[in-house]
């Protein structure tokens, strides 16, 4: 139990840590977009963009083709409960106990009715998943959003969901409840169903992606808009009116001379 409250006293630390970091990094007054990196960000989107090419969408194409939809749909599930654990932890960090308590009664009956996940009898019982991560709770806490960034592989950032992001890898909530053998276990797993969730998504959504990356006049800037205006809204600090149309702009400019 000590070894799990030290650890779980660094990550606080670590995450107030990167809070105060990301509040280095504002916005000036009046824009929308904060992307003092887009000359490194852009050379990265280009680079995610060829190994989407090259790799990720082909590989998609190949698992969604051959592998059918209830086994996909099963791996998905497994790798969403696993993740749990790590939801309910931080609606208790941004102090939602409601939701809290909710995300634990969904862990437990798909962990126990859903065979470890692989169904998911919870969200017929009104149990949908409240997904979050420590990116939310730091905004919770305050955090400012600071720069748009671009992550090698994983694509568009800010700062902010960075620093949530390093604590999300950083914290093993799966360990923490069922002890070290069985969290190194279920950690490893973890991270093989979501490299092949990463790629069921990919192949789900390949009408989207491909044209925001292959259809648009400029994907980098189109993808930034995106993406900003998808976390704002998840945060509630935009509405429904506020929201951009992805399809608004999707193809302006494409046929300009």
């Not at 969730?197 to 993808?223: H, M, P």
């Amino acid at each position: 139990m000590l070894p799990a409250l030290v650890s779980a006293k660094r990550i606080l630390v670590l995450g107030l840590g990167l809070a105060v970091l990301t509040a280095c990094s504002v916005p000036e007054p009046g824009t929308d977009v904060h992307d003092p990196y887009e000359s490194v960000n852009r050379a990265t989107h280009w680079v995610n963009v060829e190994l989407d090419r090259s790799a990720l969408r082909p590989a998609s194409q190949v698992y969604g083709t051959l592998v059918p939809t209830p086994v996909r749909r099963s791996v998905d599930n497994a790798a969403d409960n696993l993740g749990m654990p790590s939801a309910v932890l931080n609606k208790l960090l941004q102090g939602d106990i409601e939701d809290a308590v909710h995300n634990t009664a969904r862990f437990a009956v798909n962990t126990t009715f859903g065979l470890l996940g692989f169904f998911d009898p919870a969200t017929d019982m009104g149990l949908e998943a409240r997904d979050t991560g420590f990116a939310d709770t730091l905004a919770t806490w305050g955090a400012s959003e600071g720069a748009y960034v671009v992550l090698p592989l994983l694509g568009p950032s800010t700062e902010r969901d960075t620093a949530g992001f390093v604590v999300d890898i950083l914290t093993d909530p799966v360990g923490s409840v069922l002890g070290p053998r069985l969290g190194d276990q279920a950690e490893d797993n973890s991270l093989n169903f979501t490299a092949v969730s990463t790629v069921n998504n990919r192949y789900e959504l390949t009408e989207t992606v491909d044209g925001i990356l292959y259809g648009s006049a400029d994907s980098y800037a189109q993808l930034r808009l995106f993406y900003l205006d998808s976390r704002r809204f998840a945060l509630g600090q935009t509405s429904d009116d506020d929201a951009v149309d992805l399809y608004d702009d999707l193809y302006e400019g494409l046929f300009d001379e």
